[in-house]
């Protein structure tokens, strides 16, 4: 009996020292950006090592199949690669390590930290495509998030759990507002995705952000542009992941998207290199059910669990407010703010349209008092809008619209109420306070 145990102890030791068996197979052809390798059992999403000339391995992705082959994708471009060359199986990429110790720390989209600092020390794991919630079992949105901007906080009150847009173009104060909202929230946890922006503004970003007031709970995955669509994409998941992690753990996470438009066109770029016929102004058909996939991952959790309130940046191009990913996103999302060029250049920031900036939710955490309040400031603002080139002419004779009068004689306390310095906060009770005291002043 006891050699018996013998042999079977030794057989359990050999099976336990034995390498685990390495899939693989071999490149039959390459196009410069796209591999086509023998097929061996992965799934999309898999990250692959493939031999080169070099003494270093490309990384390459699995993003889809054809007649039992495997399709890849470079992660980066450049790489001296031939027919015949090992594609090795090294990750299923399909899961990322979280905890606490992601707090301060700029990551990229395979996780690896990029500021300069060691590794952290995490033990928990959790999907990166994340966990699907039963929709009739989420908590509802009944709680205010105190975002510290006051224009937003009182006209276009954020619930927690709430999913917004930020449609903007170019130039007209995005950043900022976004770097105000990362320093002034009262989430418990900030997370935010730099998807295919500038370098540069990358590294203001995180060194304006990443204050000693707000570091301990700030969390950053940065993939600039000059990264290929596949780690775009990857980082808008992994900021996804990360922020439904510790909403897991009953946290209020505030997760900032900039931005949902270079996500779109990333997806376009594989899409189109897949043979995907393009659609609308260029768009193939799974951009258009990626950016929903993204979005319904965020929102409240399930009963004891937190919520993720999040913002998605949407690039209007050329100030197009119909472009395919506008339309797509503002129709799944619980609201949107409008950013103006003509605010912009009249010095009003942040540049908040606010006659065409919704939030879908105030109306279930702003008390009757603030939602009146918020509803005559609104026709305030567009009655003036709208007549302002016919009395800066002449045209209007003050006593012939009394509701026009109030508007102009208002409109510097407007302007006040809406205005605010990027160093300037403004919680929630506050900016309630102040949009009472202005239409008290009719």
């Known amino acids: 009996m006891s050699k018996l145990m013998s042999t079977l ?10 390498k685990p068996v390495l899939l693989s197979g071999r490149v039959s052809r390459f196009d410069g950006s796209m591999i086509y390798c023998d097929g061996f059992p992965a799934g999309i999403g898999a990250l692959c090592h493939v031999e080169t000339d070099g003494k270093e391995h490309a990384v390459a992705e699995i993003i889809g199949f054809e007649n039992g082959k495997n399709i890849l994708s470079l992660h980066e471009l450049g790489a ?14 399909d899961s990322l390590m979280a905890g606490d110790a992601l707090m301060g720390r700029v990551f990229d989209a395979l996780g690896n930290p990029i500021d300069n600092l060691p590794d952290p020390v995490l033990s928990d794991s959790w999907p990166l495509m994340g966990k699907k919630l039963n929709p009739l079992s989420r908590e509802t949105i009944d709680k205010p998030m105190d975002v510290g901007v006051r224009a937003i ?30 320093r002034f929230t009262s989430a418990d946890v900030v997370v935010v995705g730099l998807i295919g922006e500038r370098g540069r503004e990358v590294g203001e970003f995180v060194r304006t952000v990443m204050t000693d007031a707000t570091r301990q709970r700030t969390i950053v995955v940065a993939v600039p542009a000059n990264h290929s669509p596949l780690l775009r994409i990857r980082g808008a998941c992994r900021a996804t992941a990360i922020a439904e992690y510790f909403r897991d753990q009953g946290r209020d996470v505030l997760l900032i998207m900039d931005s949902l438009t270079r996500v779109a066109h990333a997806q376009r770029e594989i899409g189109l290199a897949l043979g995907e016929q393009p659609t609308s102004k260029g768009y193939p058909p799974s951009v258009i059910s990626l950016i929903p996939r993204l979005i319904e991952r965020t929102g ?8 993720i309130t999040s913002f998605y940046t949407v690039l209007a191009d050329g100030d197009d407010a119909n472009d395919p990913v506008v339309d797509t996103s503002r129709a799944i999302l619980d609201g949107h703010i409008l950013l103006s060029r003509d605010n912009a250049q ?34 305030l603002v567009s009655l003036y809008t709208e007549n302002r080139d016919l009395f800066l002419m002449g045209g209007y004779v003050q006593g012939q619209d009394p509701e026009l009068d109030v508007a102009i004689r208002l409109w510097p306390e407007i302007i006040s109420l809406i205005s605010q310095s990027a160093s300037e906060k403004a919680n929630f009770g506050e900016s309630r306070q102040a949009l009472i005291n202005v239409i008290g002043n009719m």
Request: aromatic content about 2%.
């Open 9 to 18: 102890s030794e057989d359990l030791e050999s099976l336990t020292l034995r």
């Open 80 to 93: 001296r690669i031939k027919v015949g060359s090992r594609v090795t199986l090294v990750d299923e990429g």
């Open 153 to 182: 906080n009182s006209l276009l009150s954020v619930g927690r759990g709430q999913r917004l847009g930020i449609i903007a173009g170019s130039g007209v104060g995005k950043s900022v507002l976004l770097g105000m909202m990362t």
């Open 300 to 307: 409240t959790g399930m009963p004891g669990q937190g919520s």
């Open 346 to 379: 009249l010095g009003i920031y942040p540049a908040v349209d606010i006659p065409s900036s919704i939030s879908r939710v105030m109306n279930d955490i702003a008390d009757d008092e603030h939602q009146l309040a918020a509803r005559q400031f609104r026709r």
